[in-house]
Nanobody, 114 residues
């Protein structure tokens, strides 16, 4: 059984910053990929960024240079530092853990609005 617990969402003005955290617990293998997806109203869920246990990262073009993903393997925790936020970043952000199967967090709302 794998559980993912997210935190850090909220309301922020355009240009502001937020930091999301996701802690994984349960039967987690050392080799895995952790990441963040988001889903805006009326749109499909999309990849924001992911990071392997070795530290390799991948970002969606829309967030490159603004978002930074990192992880603490000892704590099985992944972070998403979001800077220079835009209204179009508004969405529910979901933590993802990929081992053999995909596991998802409950989602955390990020709203960028003045």
């Amino acid at each position: 059984q794998v559980q993912l617990v997210e935190s850090g969402g909220g309301l922020v003005q355009p240009g502001g910053s937020l930091r999301l955290s996701c802690a994984a617990s349960g039967s987690i293998f050392s080799i895995n990929v952790m990441g963040w997806y988001r889903q805006a109203p009326g749109k499909q869920r999309e990849l924001v960024a992911h990071i392997t246990n070795g530290g390799s990262t991948h970002y969606a073009d829309s967030v490159k240079g603004r978002f930074t993903i990192s992880r603490d393997n000892a704590k099985n925790t992944v972070y998403l530092q979001m800077n220079s936020l835009k209204p179009e970043d508004t969405a529910v952000y979901y933590c993802n853990l990929r081992i053999v199967s995909d596991y998802w967090g409950q989602g955390t709302q990020v709203t960028v609005s003045s």
